[in-house]
Nanobody, 117 residues
Framework: QLRLVESGGGSVQAGGSLRLNCTAS????????MGWYRQASGKERDLVAS???????DYGSAVKGRFTISRDNAQNTISLQMNSLQSEDTAVYYC???????????WGQGTQVTVSS
């Protein structure tokens, strides 16, 4: 069973930055895509950013130009650098992973990000 462990959440003022990390419990070799989703209170879970094993990235429209996703396959880790944070970025952020040839999505436990204006 793959485990995803997130870290780096917290509270920050608007305009500030945070960095989230997610480490997989198994080698990243067969993990096709890893990414971050977020869910604000009372809203659906939405894509923040994703990255393939080869480094192809995708971003949700709300974070383009402010957030950067990266991946270290040797460390089985992805990171999300979040800059110019806004109150609208307040949410629980979830890491996920999908194996090559599979459709099942593995999720982490989530980490809270709170941005105060």
């Amino acid at each position: 069973q793959l485990r995803l462990v997130e870290s780096g959440g917290g509270s920050v003022q608007a305009g500030g930055s945070l960095r989230l990390n997610c480490t997989a419990s198994r080698p990243a070799l067969n993990i096709k895509t890893m990414g971050w989703y977020r869910q604000a209170s009372g809203k659906e879970r939405d894509l923040v950013a994703s990255i393939t094993y080869g480094g192809t990235v995708d971003y949700g429209s709300a974070v383009k130009g402010r957030f950067t996703i990266s991946r270290d396959n040797a460390q089985n880790t992805i990171s999300l650098q979040m800059n110019s944070l806004q109150s609208e970025d307040t949410a629980v952020y979830y890491c996920n992973a999908i194996y090559s040839g599979r459709s099942y999505i593995h999720w982490g436990q989530g980490t809270q990000v709170t941005v105060s204006s």
